[in-house]
């Protein structure tokens, strides 16, 4: 946890941006696996962890906006607990580690909670994104499932927002230790990449390196030699020589701030020059758009400019036909790249998240496209100094959208597709993927970057 004073200031920034009423951060509880007691891994709500910082389970904190005072709501554990669960502190001592004043057990929320609505005050909860704590807020406000939605306080969620996304040095520093375990995993994996090895034998090791330094991974791995598949968790395969295997992965560290980078190397350690040439137009729109990252830029621009730099690639390469610029316009390059170029990063590896993507990344100035692959941009406003975002750019070949493309002759005066079909059908796909936060004239990586260059890639995976 960090100091104290941390939390007693982000829960005073916090009151002094809301008008009235009382703020409610629900804890989240176990989760039940298979049975109540062979639960996942326990995750602590991450708004819950940045105003509160206790990383267990069955708490909930309460602001009172009218009268200034802050509640910690929980339950001491009995000697029934302790007996599997070793000795414990006491709520009392929990709620001084964090500065709040007041504790009351659990079963003492719905009262002050009912009382506030009687008294037609403001209850603001953030929204929600698992059933139990629908069913348990429900439970506490007795109200109908289908009525918890109409706590959910635009304000609250943008005052949050405000807070979050603005990194302050100790989160820096813990972002900082996260991108060292992925830089970890990231350089074992390339060494591991040999024809023969099964996926998942990396993918384990990989996640493996996440649990020894005492976290786990910020998100289920991606890991596949089928990387043309955005998101693929399918680690089966046998790698072969002469395909390309794309690793997408993080770690969180002890206090959960995360790190997410992709890298996507040759099985074997050799590129092939067809290979090469895919790979080079990907690495030059990571280094251009880490150029042009600064504050006040909107990342929707970057975006753009990113698809620029991959539609001149493919262009010259005659995968792509036309005027680069305007196939950009017609989204002819999301043939390619169908995802958007990155998101915030912190306590979530797609930070925010819960609390709404547009309300995260966009705003009333820049709003989401719902054009093809810019649609899925999650990540669109101006940038601000002390951000930290993903820069991820990839290309794929993606065989059932491009099959679907050409039957529907879709942007097919930007599209080489006799050419594709021939040549790149089977290719695979590459990613690359840096974290960055943005300073004040610029941006800086956070960490040592991993392998990327061609040369520096091969030369890792020699030794
Ligand atoms: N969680 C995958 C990514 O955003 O890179
Ligand atoms: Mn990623
Ligand atoms: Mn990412």
Redesign the pocket.
């Known amino acids: 946890m960090f100091k104290k004073d941390v939390y007693i200031e982000r829960r005073n920034r916090l009151k002094n941006k809301l008008k009235g009423g009382l703020v409610l951060f629900l804890g989240n509880k176990e989760s039940a696996m298979n049975y109540l007691d062979n639960a996942y891994h326990f995750r602590q709500d991450s708004s819950f962890l940045y105003f509160f910082g206790l990383d267990m389970p069955n708490l909930a904190g309460l602001l009172d906006l009218d009268s200034g005072k802050e509640y910690l709501f929980g339950d001491d554990f009995t000697i029934d607990d302790i007996i599997w669960m070793g000795t414990q502190p006491t709520m009392k001592e929990l709620s001084a580690e964090i500065g709040v004043e007041n504790t009351e057990p659990f079963s003492q929320l719905g009262n002050y909670l009912r009382n506030a609505i009687n008294q037609n005050r403001n209850i603001h909860v953030l929204p929600f994104y698992r059933g139990d704590t629908i069913i348990q807020f429900s439970n506490l406000l007795e109200i109908s499932h289908n009525e918890a939605e109409n706590f959910i306080s635009i304000e609250l969620i943008k005052a949050v927002v405000d807070l979050r996304s603005i990194k302050d040095k100790y989160e820096i520093e813990e972002l900082i230790k996260a991108a060292a375990i992925g830089y970890k995993m990231h350089t074992t994996a390339m060494k591991m990449a040999k024809p023969g090895v099964y996926e998942q034998e990396i993918a384990g090791t990989v996640e493996g390196i996440a649990l020894a330094h005492g976290g786990l991974l910020?998100?289920p791995i991606?890991l596949s030699q089928n990387g043309e598949t955005l998101?693929n968790h399918d680690h089966s395969n046998i790698l072969q020589e002469g395909r390309l295997m794309l690793t997408?992965s993080?770690a969180e560290t002890t206090m959960h701030y995360a790190s997410?980078n992709?890298r996507t190397v040759p099985v074997g350690g050799k590129f092939s020059q067809k290979q090469k040439d895919i790979y080079n137009i990907v690495l030059n729109t990571v280094d251009h758009v880490t150029s042009l990252i600064k504050p006040g830029i909107p990342y929707r621009d970057i975006h753009l400019e990113a698809a620029r730099i991959i539609a001149e690639g493919l262009t010259n390469l005659g995968i792509m036909k036309g005027n680069p610029k305007d196939a950009v316009r017609e989204g002819a390059h999301a043939l390619f790249m169908p995802h958007g170029l990155?998101?915030m990063m912190g306590l979530d590896?797609?930070d925010m998240e819960g609390l709404g993507e547009d309300n995260v990344g966009y705003d009333n100035e820049i709003k989401r496209s719902t054009q093809f692959g810019l649609s899925g941009l999650r990540l669109g406003r101006k940038l601000q100094e002390g951000f930290v975002l993903?820069n991820?750019p990839g290309i794929y070949f993606i065989p059932d959208l491009i099959n679907k493309w050409e039957t529907e002759k879709i942007n097919t005066d930007f599209i080489n597709f006799d050419k594709i079909k021939k040549e790149y059908i089977n290719f695979g796909g590459i990613?690359l993927?840096d974290d960055l936060l943005v300073t004040e004239n610029g941006s800086q990586l956070l960490g040592k970057r991993i392998p990327i260059t061609v040369e520096e890639v091969e030369e890792t995976m020699k030794s």
Request: glycine share 12%.
């Open positions: 910020s998100f991606i998101h997408d993080g997410d992709t990155g998101h590896v797609h993903t991820e990613r993927e």
